[in-house]
């Protein structure tokens, strides 16, 4: 949804400079550059988001404050979260 985003607000320099061109191959070829420079730089960003959610501190530290506001709905609602046995 971010990328899909990304891609639809290409800025009005970057579509201008497309624009300024009637070719339609140039503006192809802008739009394949811009479109690829938001995918590099949405994938990094992904990248490192995995990278350091896989920190075993980072993952344990987020599971617990998950199940703290899991658990606090529980004792306000009683009916969000049944542990099973």
Not at 16 to 21: L, P, Q, V
Not at 46 to 75: C, G, M, T
Request: aromatic share 8%; hydrophobic share 35%; glycine share 0%.
């Amino acid at each position: 949804m971010a990328l899909l985003l990304c891609l639809s607000n290409m800025t009005t320099l970057e579509w201008s400079a497309t624009e300024a061109d009637n070719n339609e191959q140039d503006k192809e070829s802008k739009s394949d550059t811009v479109i690829d420079e938001l995918l590099n730089e949405f994938l990094n960003t992904k990248i490192e988001l995995y990278k350091k959610l896989s920190e075993p501190q980072v993952k344990s530290h987020i599971k617990r404050a998950w199940f703290d506001q899991i658990a606090n709905l529980d004792r306000h609602s009683h009916s969000v979260y049944h542990a099973t046995p």
